[in-house]
């Protein structure tokens, strides 16, 4: 059974960084590709970063060039370093394996103005 356990959201002014993590269970997490994604209220969840196994990485748009996604394999952990926070940024975050329908609880990131 896969399990997702987010951390590190919390309220930031505009400009701001956070850094958040995801540890990972039940997979073989090193073969595996790797999402971030974000729910802000009234919207649809979106993806935000992606990493592959092979430490190839892509970005919505809206965050590229501020937000950079990492994974420690040793540690089953992928990362989501997010720079010049934006209050458009506030949302519920999220990882998720590409493989498996699995989510967490999610970390909340709030980004006042």
């Known amino acids: 059974q896969v399990r997702l356990v987010e951390s590190g959201g919390g309220l930031v002014q505009a400009g701001g960084s956070l850094r958040l993590s995801c540890t990972t269970s039940?997979?073989?997490?090193?073969?595996?590709?790797l999402g971030w994604y974000r729910q802000a209220p009234g919207k649809q969840r979106e993806l935000v970063a992606q990493?592959?196994?092979?430490?190839?990485?892509n970005y919505a748009d809206s965050v590229k060039g501020r937000f950079t996604i990492s994974r420690d394999n040793a540690k089953n952990t992928v990362y989501l370093q997010m720079n010049s926070l934006e209050p458009e940024d506030t949302a519920r975050y999220y990882c998720k394996v590409t493989a498996f329908p699995s989510w967490g609880q999610g970390t909340q990131v709030t980004v006042s103005s």
């Open positions: 039940g997979i073989i997490f090193r073969i595996n590709n």
């Open positions: 990493i592959t196994s092979g430490g190839i990485t």
